[in-house]
């Protein structure tokens, strides 16, 4: 199998390298950094819902969509690629991909290990040093071929990452930050140092060589042209254009398990038609009030609201404190909030407890 070491590169050529080798019928394994900053789409996002395009126009932030799933990212110069291309029928290929998955992970923990970085793999497809996220995996199919890709994060910019989202609120934004900084880590701030380049490629290579057959690949001009051809396709406008999943609450993936999540308020609570005018949130329309969510491994571990007006007279607080460590379902919240619900000495709100559990739990 050919090994592709091309050190840093144009940033639209570290997506449509493997592309272009699944598409020549290439087996292969990449390893590459990008020259330049870039938004990454997966193929199912939509590019409407996902991306703050104002602000990667104003920050010259180009966007690129590869052809296999996984989510949005940003892709930059402090981050190596690792990207192994393979047969459908190649017998390494047998089971499960999750089992390939910790296969094609071990070579990128001793890597780290080697730099006295102690990580392990958090399944499906994520490296984690004490529970934060160094590495980020994905895979999915080719023209027929397995492409399994993956990164190490020698450095991170979170609150670019952040800019990037298009999301509705600035609080979220905020959350999203928040959370990048305790659930994602870098070789950087695991070291006190940024880590050399070619050192960690270097080590890239000693330890897939010691699990795959590799011999050195030319970056020829044959596949050179493939990959323009390619990029053109994977930054067109129509293929960065297509439709993607939507979903009614909007949720940005921290690492394997974490997500943060924005939940619009369902309706107002108020009970008369008077009631509801008052509503400083209404002016003829929905609710404006919602509440941030941090989901871990199926738990609430962070609950915040804003602009609720409907609940103003209530103990929110105490409601978010309660929903703390609660499992986020049906039967937990719904606990909890007969619980709050009862230390409101009027009952008026009671009668909401469905009302709330649906907000809570929405998806």
Sequence with gaps: MKLYRL??????????????????Q???????????????????????QEVNMKYCRENNIPVIRRDIGGGMVL?????????????????????????FFVQFLHPVVKVLSD?????????????VVNGKKISGNGAGDINGFSVYTGNILLAFDRPAMANVLNVASSRFRKQIKLSM???????????GYLPDYEAVEARLVHHFTSWLDLEPGE????LRTTVRGVTKYLTSPDFLSLPGKRTKVRQVKINEGTYVRLHPFPQCIKTTAAGQSDCGNRHGGPCLGYAVLVIQNNKIVEFESQGLTCLEKYNISLLAASLAGCCWQEDDVKMVLTQWL????????????????????AT
Aim: one cysteine or more; hydrophobic letters at 45%.
């Design 219 to 222: 970056y020829t001009q044959a």
């Design 115 to 127: 730099f006295a970085i102690t990580a392990s793999i958090k399944l499906p497809a994520d490296i």
């Design 342 to 361: 009862h230390k409101d000495a009027s009952g008026a709100v009671k009668i909401f407890r469905d009302t709330l559990a649906d907000w809570i739990l």
């Design 75 to 99: 892709l930059a110069e402090e981050q190596i690629f690792f990207q192994l291309v393979l047969r459908a029928d190649n017998p390494l290929l047998k089971g499960q991909r999750e089992a």
């Design 7 to 24: 050190g840093a590169i144009p940033w639209d050529e570290t997506q449509a390298i493997y592309h272009a080798l699944a598409q020549n």
């Design 181 to 191: 900084e305790r659930y994602l880590t870098t070789m950087g701030e695991e070291l």
């Design 26 to 48: 290439q087996e292969g394994l990449v390893i590459c950094r990008p020259s330049g900053r870039c938004v990454c789409l997966g193929l199912h996002d939509d590019l409407e």
